[in-house]
């Protein structure tokens, strides 16, 4: 079995491992983009959904709820089935399920369809994301801390197109955005057809249990724990916020790309800097800090739109940084294969995290500040646990973290030679 610290072969030389990477790798990072795209897209036609089909904003927020719950869920069997399938077929599954239930989601008529169709949606997800970082990780070169630099940045720049695609196609109809999504994911399946080999299979199938025992590795439990509660407050912010701006579609797609845009920025540019500074374990209970204080800001000023504009904006920034390094400790938490990592970790942060949205919504009905006090305590929580076993981490840093200058940073992110 391969360790998670296990990396890649340096070929043709410093300088082009950082720039060069298999079209494979490409083709990934370009489905992973359309993949979170559909997370923020919903953001600018939430108040519409509910003005529309007549829901609350408890009602509403359930399509994030739905949506993640089966996606941590799910994460319990990504391993079973790649493992046995073979990484391209379970990636291409994953998206041709999503380009199904995002149609179906935008011909529903009521909001519990849409919910319904939501939880679908994130059977597709939890397929694809856990096998697309584990295949990212295991086909780039230069090692597992640039493979997580792409990814991020990935992941970044779909939550950053997302909401302002979801604006744009949300002004026509609230529909619009979840055809926009199924039409965007059937060219992911074209580019990985193209452009992705097969992925040898592993020697031996991943167990079901797997991912149970990965958790018993106290690393990959703590970071997994941290994750779990400080993505109550992300959650929180993703899926509430839009209802307390009180904004038009194309607005609030605007803020959260603006917000998604510091997130892909910092997570490429400033992590691993701020990471060599500082430490990953410090860097990180550093940015939850942030975080939470931000969260905290915005309840004291819920009533303030400029606040609220800001504070969502900003916040991407905190975020950027802590998951570029908390992605990377978790590939390097457990000696168990990264696929199984990915599967654990994510089922604890999806899965605990599923009821941050419906309860943001629901607290938010009594009270417009209460979501973000309790998404600030939470995240509060967060820098608590990880602190409290840093020591479990603290081989992350004995070693040199990955380097960047801006110019290379640039070329992982848009694959420039």
């Not at 168990?336 to 604890?348: G, H, L, M, N, W």
């Not at 479990?392 to 200058?405: E, K, S, V, Y």
Request: hydrophobic residues 55%; positive net charge.
């Amino acid at each position: 079995m391969s360790t998670l610290s296990d990396t890649r072969p340096v070929v043709d030389g410093p300088a082009r491992t950082r720039t060069k990477q298999p079209k494979s790798v490409w083709a990934v990072a370009f489905a992973s983009v359309i993949a979170f795209m559909g997370i923020g897209l919903v953001d600018p036609i939430l108040k519409p959904i509910g003005e529309q089909l007549h829901a609350s904003p408890s009602q509403v927020t359930l399509l994030f709820t739905s949506y993640m719950l089966v996606t941590g869920i799910a994460m319990l069997v990504t391993g079973v089935i790649s493992s046995r399938f073979g990484a391209k077929k379970t990636l291409l599954a994953g998206l041709a399920i999503i380009v199904v239930f995002a149609a179906l989601a935008g011909g529903s008529g009521t909001v519990s369809q849409i919910v319904g169709f939501r939880a679908g949606w994130g059977l597709g997800n939890a397929l694809f994301i856990a096998t697309a970082l584990a295949t990212i990780v295991g086909s780039a070169t230069g090692g597992t801390a640039r493979a997580i630099i792409l990814y991020e940045a990935a992941l970044g720049i779909g939550m950053a197109s997302g909401p302002l695609v979801g604006g744009f196609l949300g002004h026509f109809s609230w529909r619009a955005p979840f055809f926009g999504v199924s039409v965007l994911m059937a060219l992911a399946i074209v580019a990985l057809v193209v452009l992705l080999p097969e992925v040898p299979k592993p020697a031996k199938p991943t167990s079901i249990t797997a991912p149970f025992k990965a958790l018993t590795y106290p690393g990959l439990l703590l970071v997994s724990i941290t994750a779990l509660l400080y993505n109550y407050g992300f959650f929180t912010l993703l899926a509430y916020t839009p209802f307390p701006l009180n904004m038009g579609t194309y607005q609030i797609g605007f803020i959260f790309f603006g917000w998604g845009l510091l997130l892909a920025l910092s997570s490429v540019f400033l992590a691993p800097k701020l990471q060599r500074a500082f430490g990953t374990v410090r860097m990180m209970a550093i940015a939850l800090t942030l975080f939470a204080a931000d969260l905290a800001v915005m309840a004291i000023y819920a009533h303030h739109q400029p606040v609220l504009v800001v504070g969502t904006i900003v916040s991407g920034l905190f975020l950027g940084i802590n998951n570029t390094l908390i992605t990377e400790a978790v590939m390097e938490s457990a000696p168990v294969e990264r696929a199984t990592a990915s599967a654990a970790y994510s089922f604890v942060r999806f899965g605990g995290g599923a009821a941050a949205p419906y309860l943001a919504g629901k607290l938010g009905e009594h009270h417009m500040a209460l979501p973000f006090w309790v998404g600030a305590a939470c995240t509060a929580a967060a820098v608590g646990v990880l602190l409290s076993g840093r020591k479990l981490l603290a081989h992350m840093d004995d070693r040199a973290p990955a380097t960047h200058t801006p110019a290379e940073a640039q070329a992982i992110t848009f694959g420039e030679d």
